[in-house]
């Protein structure tokens, strides 16, 4: 889905976000998220290893800039809960905690790419097993399109329809040791013949 | 009778090596020589002509254990081992501790494709307590006694066979020696490979204390004792020691302790059980010395099949034993005369003549191949190598310690009597 | 990794991922709903050929907890007493289509030959006096919860009946991979008749050792293996190797009292020591689960092996 596949054959295509736009797509959503939630007083971002975690931070920290509140912010590793299980090599990235009890609460899941909503599919049944949230909301930084399940995203940094040969190339501060973030789309030097898959 | 020769083999036997054809008339060897002929011929063109092998230690499983080898499906491993005459042991069931079940042995034997040689038991049901009847099982030709399977643990029971043996011309004292109250329990040898696999050990102490014991004994009686499979360098050790000073003693060594190691065990595979267990690499080491010296008389195989399903038991619950009447002759090229441990006359010294004699058959078997000896030969390839497919051997069971081994030197003709019942590395009956 | 028959078949990175999967399964079996769907539709059979409990209880909890099915084959009322062979068994259980099988034998090495018979992953839940994996890995993963992941310079003393313990041989690879000295103390008719190999030392006399210690694990005496034949007398063993109260003071205050159990109170451990406040063996037991989720995991789960 994205950060994979250092493939020699892949080129540079576009850069999706600078550090700037994405400091700005952080703003925004973080807005929108607590326009949409009429404050964010019973709001829980919950990060999806291995980047959601440092992107809910930041949201987290850009509401407590612009609206005085405390988000609480928790990080969920869906490896147990996954559908292709025993298909692919699966391991936990990093640990599940949830800090406060979700029942009754918004629980926004944050993770970098949406793509076929497997992982998220797999989030919304691990978080329901934490307890009963009033709603689960879902905030991305890039929708690649591609779904194979019928999920959508509610806060969006940008729609980016690519094809499956292509890569969509996160890279932050926090969890990839780069001076500074970037999104990147990557794909093969030829694409004559391919299907658009968005 | 028939006639034929076998043509172009460079005989080997006791009395040294030479080129030469051997003409075979009415079951005995009638001309030795260049150049003989004969209307039907056996092809010997690079292969040896020797005696037939002798095994000291076969154990044929009949009466009673016929779905793990019979006396014919053994006798065929024999054959196509290249024995003329095996030693059956004494723990079937009943065991050959009576003249009517050692009669039915050798009745059954007189149809088989070698010489069946009854040994007979040391003690009533090879239950160390009384003794079996020794003489009556002379009278049937018996000379080999021993308990095998079981070690005579009383030395006073002991010393009385060895004495009340010195009336029996010819009687032999076999002892299978490990120290019972030692080896309790024990799957494998004693030492790091059992310490590392939690199996619980059979010290090799327990077979050096016996064979110092009855060493001490044979010196007290002056009657013969045998060794069975004597595997540690401490055994070996007293062996030479004790011929040195003259005692009546003889050993033989199973072609798996020349060969294998405790390590072998480490893969909880049964066909690596044996008592005495698989040692260590000194051992091994020991034996072969003890072999290229002359301290070890014999290779006998302890030839011991079992069915599929007793080893396919854990290996602490699977019976010991191994398969050895089709491997032999060519684990003691491979292993012994290949690198030069042994030469060939000493490996066939070993394998025919030698156990011939300490059998009291050499008067048929392991005889020098001149007119007149009767035709007990056989026709050996030292260069053939072949794989060892355990569902290719004729036992009745496959559970060989040598599977998917390459080996070098092949049985080409075994002649029994002047049968060939094995022609071309083939069982003809 | 298709099969876990003994730690020596793992390596340090092997060991490393299974710890850290302990640790993810560990807060699952404490949330309220302490499972997950990881394992749906895969089936892992128990083959217990000698008694235990509470390993097979452990094993079940685990599987079920990454929702597997659990099939249960009980020896004492089977074909086996019927005098049906090993292999015969387990060829009948393969036949139905699994995916693993729990295995404890009283004799050494047989998860291993079953290997060799079936396709389905193999876990060693004891063998003989072989290997008792998952016990390692959880006693390995109830000290690192304490004391870290690296337990160099870390002082362990495994003391009793180390001959016949298959618990000795998984835990002494196990903790020494991680750093730990590791010295086995016991009479020398309950040690093996050589260490050679063993990466630890050994020791007869148990106080000296015990101001040193940072953790000390007790070992049943097993009786039903002939180890009560190797000493004169019960009495005689307590006194000079039980964990006595007096010799639980003589402790360091954080040095942890462990024991693989079934417990013998009152010989190996006194019942006090057993329950006071550095005992971990309640830990172990909880622990347990954990690490047999994580072996589970690994076996059927992370490999990826199925496609």
Redesign the interface.
Known sequence: MSGSGADAAMVLRTTVFSADDLRRAHTRIAHEIVERNRGAADVVLVGLHSRGPAIAARLAAAIAGFEGTEVPVGTL?V????DD????????AG???VPVDVTGRVVVLVDDVLFTGRTIRAAM??TT???RPRSIQLAVLVDRGGRELPIRADFVGRNLPTRLAEDVRVRLVETDEVPEDTIELWGPPETAGEEVEA | MSEFVIRGGEVVDASGRRTADVLVRDGVVAEVGAGLEAADVLDAAGAIVTPGFVDLHTHLREPGDEDAETIETGSRAAALGGYTAVVAMPNTRPPLDDPTVVRAVLAIGTEALCEVVSSGCITRGRAGEALAPMGELHALGVRVFTDDGSCVMSAGLMRRALEYSRGLPGAVVAQHAEDDSMCA?GSMH???V????????R?GEAEAIIVARDIRLAALTGARVHFLHLSTAASVDLVRAAKRDGVPVTCEVAPHHFTLTDEACA???PAFKVHPPLRGAADVEAVRAGLADGTIDAIATDHAPHTP?TK??????APPGMLGLETAAALALTELVEPGILTLEQALAALSWNPARIAGIDDRHGRTVAPGAPANLCVLDPAATWTVDPMALASRAHNTPYAGRTLRGRVRHTVLRGERVVLDGRATR | MKHLLSIADLTRSDLD?LL??A??FL??TQ???P??????GRTVVSLFFEDSTRTRLSFETAAKR?SADVMVFSVATSSVKKGE???DTVATIAAMGIDAVVVR?A????P??ITEWIDASIVNAG?????HPTQALLDAFTITQHRGRDLSGMRVAIVGDVRNS?VA?SDVQALSMLGAEVTLVAPPTLL???????PCSSAVDLDPLLPDLDAVMLLRIQHER?ASTRFPSLREYTARYGLTEARARRLRPDALIMHPGPMNRGVEIAAAVADGPQSVIGEQVTNGVAARMAVL?KL????????
């Open positions: 590793d490896t147990f809960h996954r299980v025993g298909l692919r090599p699966l391991h936990p640990p599940t905690v049944d691990a097993e934490l307890g | 329990g004693e030492g790091a059992s310490s590392r696999l939690g199996i619980p050990g010290p893969t909880f595979d399903e396919e038991r854990p290996f602490e619950e | 991922e850290d999967l640790a993810s807060s699952v949330r309220e709903t499972k997950v769907p990881a394992l749906r990454l062979g090993l292999r034998h004799a050494a090495g047989a291993r030959r063998d003989g006096r072989h290997q298959r041989r093996p008749e050589t260490l050679e190999g063993w002939d995991w059927l789960g992370a490999g990826g092996d199925v496609v």
